[in-house]
Every structure is written in structure tokens, then in C-alpha cells.
């Protein structure tokens, strides 16, 4: 076995304290202020300013992706910070992922249990994600020439953008129209317009019913003439066969936004707040948020990454760089997640105490068990949920799909990470480097207990059962120690008892889990 520069337990002492110390800023970085109704009236009546856009001067929109929600979070944590009650969406957008979206949705609600007004400016063109977007937003405004729809969800497949297919499609296209249509009575627009932008077997028509001119779909046409309600056709709206997309004066005639607005000055008008009321510098996209999108889309390698270079831990003494690259690349992903609004401190916490779980199971008392289970079910439940965001519901299909895939991505990962750990257990001993570190077994004799290879040629029978040696280092219950047999050599040990001082005469008792197990010897020994 290769001599260890450090003790295992300082080490990995000192690698809880790295990951507690990553927790920690990021609790300070990220912690929220008091996020309730009266933290968020208590500030002056200022406007927290986000452009969900292209750069400034630019003709460019921006997609909703992983980074438009980090950007978005930033903005209400932002608001939160400086006690604004408003918060302000310039939008220019052809749309982006369905599930971004949702997650975005869910954001801006609870930004608005929390006492921030939303308001969007669609500046240019709300397509697709950004349609719906504006349906969470409790004010909607559009310069002149913008225009807002055609929402129905499609998937990227090989070819670009494709229709979803069968009863995928029937399946979220029904939650949608479901979904939208409540958020469109909630906010006061009519549900048949947004049902209207999201399935294009949808009709609208503008009938007067009882004097009152009201728009309705097409199913509920079909039901006021069977009931022989008293009704008047104004007009078809939207035929049968086509996505609805409406400019910013039918959007305003048909009362799906608010008003019309070509400046940030126009909607501060309109808002009913005066001209010089505090607005923020605007937050665009930062190299933060793009550094996001880059986690997210890596997520699945530094799981495998982290996954394998834990294992290759697990089968060296002490701790050294793989563990240390393990930390870093699961410290990587909870930070992508965080960033992005997705995991909370909570599930970075659950993460971080399972991974000392593990710890603990492996270097300090091996065959407990249930605390490396608990450690692991803490991992992965952590790593799941963190994925998912705020909000998560089971009775949502997106969100059961959603928990499906977190699910099989971390499966896969770990699948993955397992074969190449078999393959690098097999060839990486024969390595030049690794063949130098590592104790391989002589000839066809079988190694002790599966974990631990007989030594070589002098050392080879130095680790047995009933071998004498003296302590090195505490072991409190890991340190280290030397055998009688061969006193050039340094061994890690683990006491099965209580601390054995340094100097103290042991027994090896076991050779197992990559170290010797040792007892004080005693005068009957």
C-alpha cells in the first residue's frame, strides 16, 4: 500500500469543512430576505428592472432557457433585497423550453404571494413559452408593433423543432389548455384566447350573451346552441386549424393585455407611479447565468465524473484528489442548480449530509450499514428534488414526467460511472503510474476479503491476521501504523476500539476495506 502523506481522518475532516464552507457562502450568497408580504411592502415603491432580451442595440431576441430563469431569479431575489414591489419583465422572445417555463411560472408566483407586483412589457414579440409567460405576470403591456402567441408546445428532435405526437401531444396539450385557461381567469383575460395559442383545434368566437359581449371556444358555442341560450354571433375570432397570434392592438381590443407602451417611461405611466420612482439598472443575462446553461447541459458528465472519482477513492488510502474532484463536481452541479433557481438551501444541505454519512460509514464504522442507505437516499433525494424546482406537484404530468427523467438521468449516470469503474479497476493497476501505487495480488493467491490485495514479494505476508506491529500515529479510530515484519512500510489502520496512542503495541486482527484492522496487544495476545 502507498504511504499516505496525510491522516484519513484530518483529511477528510478537512474536505467536510471545504464542502461546509461552500454551503456556507452560498447560504450567505443566495440567502433570501424576509420574503413575506410585509418585508416586501415595507421598502420604498421602487421597480426591479430584467430584460428578457436580446443586448441592448441589438435586433436579437432571447430564448427561455436555463439561464432566462437564473436571470429571473436573480431579479426577485433582487427585489426582495431592496424592498421593490414591483418587478418589471422586458420581453423579446420566440419562446424556449416547456419546462424552464414551468418552473419560470412557478417563480413569479410565489414572487407575487410575497407581495412583488409582476408586470411585462412585451417590447417585440412574446411567442411560443413567452405567450404563456405573460399569463403569470399581473400586468401585461406591448409596444405597437409587438405581437404575442402561437404557443403550442412541440419537442427538438433530429431534424429541429418537431409536433409532439400522439398521446403525448393529447396529454400536454389537455393539461395546458387546462392550466392556462385557469391563469387567464385568475389574472381576468379571456381563457379562450389562451386556449386559443396553445391548441390549434381550438375556436374563438365573440358572442353577445345577454347583452354582454363575451369570448368563448368552440366547444362552448356547440353548448349555448344546444341549450337554446339567448345569444348573438359577433364575430369568429380564430377558425378551426390555426395557432392564435394577436398584435398589440387586437391583444388590447380583446383585453388579453393591458395597454399599449412603446417606452419604460410609458409603463411607468400607465402603472400609475410616478416619473421619478426608483427603477433599478437593468439585469441582463451575466456570464453567471450563461455559466448556468453550461452546468445544466453538463450536469449528466460531472454526475459520472463525480460518481467514478469516488469510487477510485474508495480504493485508495487516505484522501487525495479523487475525492477532492469528486467534491467538486457534485459542488458544481448543486451550484448550477442553485443558480438557476432550482435547489435551495435545503437540498444542498441533504446532499452534504448524506455525502457525511457516507463518509462516516466508510472511514469510521464500516458494516453499519443504514447510515451509508440513509447517506445515499439523502444524495440522490437531494440531487432529484433540486432538479425540479419550487412548486413540484405529483398531480401535474409534466412534473411526473419531470421526476422521471431527473430520475433516469442520475440511474444512467450511475450506470455509466459503474462500468467505467469496473473497467478502470481492471486496467489501471497495470498502468505504469498506478502499478507503483497499488498492492496486486502475487501469482493466484487470493486477496484478503475482496478489498484489500496481498502485498508483493517482501510486504506480501507483512498484512496478516495476527501480524505485529506499533502505532505511528493516534488512531482515533484511523491512523497509522508499522508492522514488525517489515518496519520500512506504513500501513492505515483502524483501531476496533477506543483511541490507541501513539507508540502502542497492536494486533492485526483483519485485513479488509482497503486497511488493516488492528486491536492493542495485550500479555495474553
Not at 392550466?179 to 379562450?192: D, I, M, N, T, V
Not at 448550477?336 to 444542498?348: F, K
Request: hydrophobic share 50%; net charge negative; glycine share 10%.
Amino acid at each position: 500500500m502507498k504511504r499516505a502523506t496525510h491522516h484519513a481522518l484530518q483529511a477528510s475532516a478537512r474536505a467536510l469543512a471545504l464542502l461546509a464552507l461552500f454551503l456556507g457562502a452560498v447560504a450567505c450568497g443566495g440567502g433570501q430576505p424576509e420574503n413575506g408580504p410585509e418585508a416586501a411592502t415595507a421598502g420604498p415603491a421602487g421597480i426591479t428592472y430584467v430584460r428578457l432580451a436580446g443586448e441592448l442595440g441589438s435586433s436579437s431576441s432571447a430564448p427561455i432557457d436555463i439561464g432566462t430563469q437564473a436571470l429571473i431569479q436573480r431579479g426577485i431575489r433582487a427585489a426582495q433585497s431592496a424592498g421593490h414591489k414591483t418587478l418589471l419583465l422586458e420581453m423579446d422572445t420566440g419562446g424556449g423550453s416547456l419546462e424552464v417555463l414551468w418552473n419560470i411560472e412557478k417563480l413569479l408566483i410565489a414572487a407575487e404571494e410575497d407581495g412583488i407586483q409582476v408586470v411585462t412589457w412585451v417590447h417585440l414579440h412574446a411567442g411560443s413559452a413567452g405567450a404563456l409567460l405573460t399569463l403569470s405576470s399581473q400586468r401585461v403591456y406591448m409596444s405597437s408593433g409587438g405581437t404575442i402567441g402561437s404557443a403550442e408546445p412541440v419537442t427538438q428532435g433530429a431534424q429541429g423543432l418537431e409536433e409532439l405526437q400522439g398521446g403525448v401531444k393529447e396529454k400536454i396539450v389537455s393539461f395546458l389548455r387546462s392550466q392556462y385557461a385557469s391563469l387567464a381567469e385568475k389574472r381576468g383575460r379571456p381563457p379562450a384566447l389562451a386556449i386559443a395559442m396553445v391548441d390549434a383545434d381550438a375556436e374563438v368566437r365573440q358572442v353577445k350573451v345577454d347583452g354582454e359581449l363575451k369570448l368563448i371556444t368552440g366547444d362552448e358555442w356547440d353548448s349555448l346552441r344546444e341549450a337554446g341560450a339567448d345569444y348573438e354571433l359577433v364575430r369568429v375570432v380564430l377558425a378551426r386549424g390555426r395557432l392564435l397570434n394577436l398584435t398589440a392592438r387586437e391583444a388590447v381590443e380583446l383585453r388579453f393585455v393591458d395597454g399599449i407602451a412603446d417606452s419604460l417611461a410609458e409603463v411607468i405611466q400607465k402603472l400609475g407611479l410616478p416619473p421619478d420612482v426608483v427603477v433599478s439598472p437593468a439585469l441582463e443575462l451575466s456570464n453567471g447565468d450563461k455559466f448556468a446553461v453550461w452546468l445544466e447541459r453538463l450536469t449528466p458528465l460531472l454526475l459520472m465524473a463525480g460518481l467514478l472519482c469516488a469510487y477510485l477513492e474508495l480504493k485508495l488510502p487516505g484522501f487525495g484528489l479523487p475525492g477532492i474532484l469528486s467534491i467538486a463536481c457534485f459542488a458544481l452541479v448543486l451550484a448550477g442548480q442553485y443558480l438557476a433557481g432550482l435547489a435551495d438551501v435545503p437540498h444542498i444541505v441533504a446532499v452534504a449530509l448524506g455525502a457525511a454519512l457516507i463518509a462516516v460509514e466508510i472511514i469510521l464504522v464500516p458494516g453499519t450499514l443504514w447510515l451509508g442507505i440513509s447517506g445515499l437516499i439523502l444524495v440522490v433525494g437531494g440531487l432529484i428534488l433540486g432538479s425540479l424546482g419550487p412548486g413540484f406537484d405529483f398531480g401535474s404530468p409534466i412534473d411526473r414526467d419531470r421526476i422521471i427523467d431527473a430520475t433516469a438521468r442520475i440511474l444512467i449516470a450511475a450506470s455509466v460511472a459503474l462500468v467505467l469503474a469496473l473497467l478502470l479497476s481492471r486496467y489501471l493497476p497495470k498502468t505504469p503510474v498506478m502499478k507503483h501505487l497499488v498492492l496486486i495480488p502475487a501469482g493466484e493467491a487470493p486477496a484478503f476479503a475482496g478489498a484489500m490485495p496481498e502485498a508483493v514479494e517482501l510486504t506480501q505476508h507483512s498484512t496478516r491476521v495476527g501480524a505485529r506491529g506499533a502505532v505511528t500515529s493516534d488512531l482515533r479510530p484511523v491512523g497509522k501504523v508499522v508492522l514488525d515484519a517489515h518496519p520500512t512500510f506504513e500501513w492505515e489502520a483502524r483501531s476496533t476500539g477506543p483511541v490507541i496512542e501513539r507508540g502502542a503495541r497492536v494486533r492485526v486482527v483483519e485485513v479488509a476495506a482497503a486497511r488493516l484492522v488492528v486491536e492493542r496487544e495485550t500479555e495474553n495476545s
